[in-house]
Nanobody
């Protein structure tokens, strides 16, 4: 199994930037894809972005143009967050799956999850 550990969360003012990291260890191979999800209190878990073994990436509509997922998923994946808004406040989770089919934005398709890191956007 793969182990995922998120870091980099914190408090930032609206319009600011923050970079989250997800470190992967254990099973990592070319069937793997990774993603970032977020969940605010009282809301459904929401897709933020995904990245394939080859480095292809996709981003969810609410963050497109502001956030960027990047990195080498056999080691560390990043979520660069720019132009942050109060509505971006949530627990951000790193997730992985091994179907070999990159492109899912459904949290039920991801088998492995990190513990999450809190991001709070407030003045």
């Amino acid at each position: 199994q793969v182990q995922l550990v998120e870091s980099g969360g914190g408090v930032v003012q609206p319009g600011g930037s923050l970079r989250l990291s997800c470190a992967a260890s254990g099973r990592t191979d070319n069937m793997m894809s990774m993603a970032w999800f977020r969940q605010a209190p009282g809301k459904e878990r929401e897709f933020v972005g995904g990245i394939s073994w080859r480095g292809n990436s996709i981003h969810g509509e609410p963050v497109r143009g502001r956030f960027l997922i990047s990195g080498d998923i056999s080691n560390t994946v990043y979520l660069q967050m720019n132009a942050l808004k109060p509505e971006d406040t949530a627990v951000y989770y790193c997730a992985a799956e091994f179907s070999g089919r990159f492109g899912s934005s459904k949290y039920g398709d991801f088998e492995f999850w990190g513990q999450g890191t809190q991001v709070t956007v407030s003045s």
